[in-house]
């Protein structure tokens, strides 16, 4: 009897015996789960603790962020640019009267409605929304914008994707050009528009937090080149190059006031210059146009019309000009008077000292633009300023070559009085950005 007391003394209990199950059972039957086969899932590591260095330096970072939130609200609230509002109004209500005058004969002989005021009327509607919409962006904090870009850019990306699909019943062709979205004669819009804005504010936020980085291929260049290179592309094949030309130049400017060295500025420029010539003289894409810029006479009754009647109607106003209203060539003699080619109208009617007059307006508005962005506040600032009066300025000189036939003719606009509803809304609009960063520039000692 004692060998087995002995030997169940060394029994040990099932519930003391180790095994390699785990030590949790299901409450249904008693027993352990299965383990799964296959590699488990690894822990996630544990951060390290910060230190106590690290957790004041994040900490005083978070409150100069806060710090600058609270003094951007602040300065926010400040008085806008006077003198920029001031030359904004002028010209918008200089180019309305000269819109007026110029489109009337059109206005009555070839809208439906035999209405002379017909595009006077619209133009008026939409400058009204546009001062409403620059006066209400001027008051917002420029720096809401940020959150805004990427948004922005992608809507106007998709926008332009919409203008070019075959058979897309949004898109309205003009002119032979498929450049707008909208429903027939009610409403329509350009979406080039909004992508030049788009570009300038993307690449105006982007640009002013890689500060240094600028300086490297991989992140100041590459990045952009590929953006200007979708957007303008999809511009251009609508086609619009006029519009291509100002998106890409816009995004090249603030490329380089951001910081990008000048050997990829000039490379950039000998590739465009190499495409132009493959374009041109390679592929023979509009050479006529080239060949008539330089000489309209050989065909003054086809593809030199335009540019020979611009020439002969800014010819006419001599010194002083025929007369506000007294225009002869507006009388269906020059195509796209109320438009395109209102400055040659401003020149038969208001003469050379007319003419003059409201290219030093423009000159004043340009350069007080540029006055503000080297007085903004930080970077992003600047660069926006930067990017809206370059944009108002390369459309500026580029209607006013043409016009003059100093450039190839193209279908570009000269801002603020030319027809159109979506260009000069957003031209406006792209003023109140201006403004909006004008309330918050350093203080000068003379204005």
């Known amino acids: 009897m004692a060998p087995q007391n002995g030997s169940a003394a060394r029994r040990r209990p099932p519930a003391q015996r180790r095994t390699s199950s785990p030590p949790y059972r299901s409450t249904a039957t008693g027993r352990a789960p299965a383990r799964p086969y296959g590699p488990q899932p690894q822990r996630k590591a544990r951060r390290r603790p910060l230190t106590r260095e690290e957790a004041l330096a994040r900490q005083e970072r978070r409150e100069h962020r806060q710090a600058l939130q609270e003094e951007s609200r602040e300065l926010a609230k400040g008085p806008i640019d006077l003198p920029f509002c001031l030359l904004v109004l002028v010209l918008a209500a200089i180019g309305l009267v000269m819109l007026l005058s110029a489109s009337f004969p059109s206005a009555y002989l070839e809208t439906r409605s035999k209405n002379p005021l017909f595009y006077f009327t619209r133009q008026g509607i939409f400058d009204i929304m546009g001062i409403a919409a620059m006066l209400f962006i001027g008051k917002i904090n420029y720096q809401r914008f940020r959150g805004a870009a990427k948004i922005l850019l992608y809507v106007s990306i998709f926008m332009l994707a919409l203008v070019i699909i075959p058979g897309n019943p949004l898109a309205v062709t003009r002119n032979n050009a498929t450049r707008w979205l909208g429903v027939g004669d009610l409403f329509s819009f350009q979406p080039s528009e909004i992508a030049k804005m788009a570009i300038i504010i993307y690449f105006s936020d982007s640009i002013s937090r890689k500060k240094d980085k600028m300086l490297t291929l991989k992140d100041g260049i590459l990045p952009y080149v590929i953006w200007l290179a979708v957007t303008a592309g999809l511009v251009a094949v609508e086609p619009h190059l006029s519009g291509a030309l100002l998106i890409a130049g816009a995004g090249a400017v603030l490329m380089l006031v951001g910081g990008i060295k000048w050997r990829y500025v000039f490379s950039v420029l000998g590739m465009a210059a190499g495409g132009a010539y493959f374009m041109l003289y390679v592929i023979g894409y509009n050479t006529s146009r080239i060949q008539y810029w330089l000489k309209p006479w050989e065909d003054a009754r ?19 000009g025929v007369g506000l209203g007294k225009s002869r060539q507006k009388f269906l003699y020059l195509p796209e008077e109320h438009n395109d080619f209102i400055f040659a109208i401003i020149c038969e009617e208001l003469g050379l000292i007319g003419a003059t007059l409201i290219m030093l307006l423009f000159a004043a508005l340009i350069l007080r633009g540029y006055w503000i962005a080297l ?10 300023v930067v990017g809206v009066t370059t944009l108002i ?38 003023m109140g950005v201006v403004l909006s960063v004008s309330r918050q520039m350093r203080p000068t000692k003379a204005g």
């Open 375 to 384: 007085h903004a506040r930080d970077r992003f600032g600047s660069l926006l």
């Open 393 to 430: 300025a390369m459309q500026t000189f580029l209607n006013i070559g043409v016009v003059t036939g100093l450039l190839p003719t193209t279908g570009i606009s000269l801002p603020f009085f030319s027809y159109g509803g979506t260009a000069l809304s957003m031209q406006l609009a792209e």
């Open 302 to 320: 086809g593809k030199g019309y335009q540019l020979w009647q611009s020439m002969i109607t800014i010819g006419s106003g001599g010194l002083l």
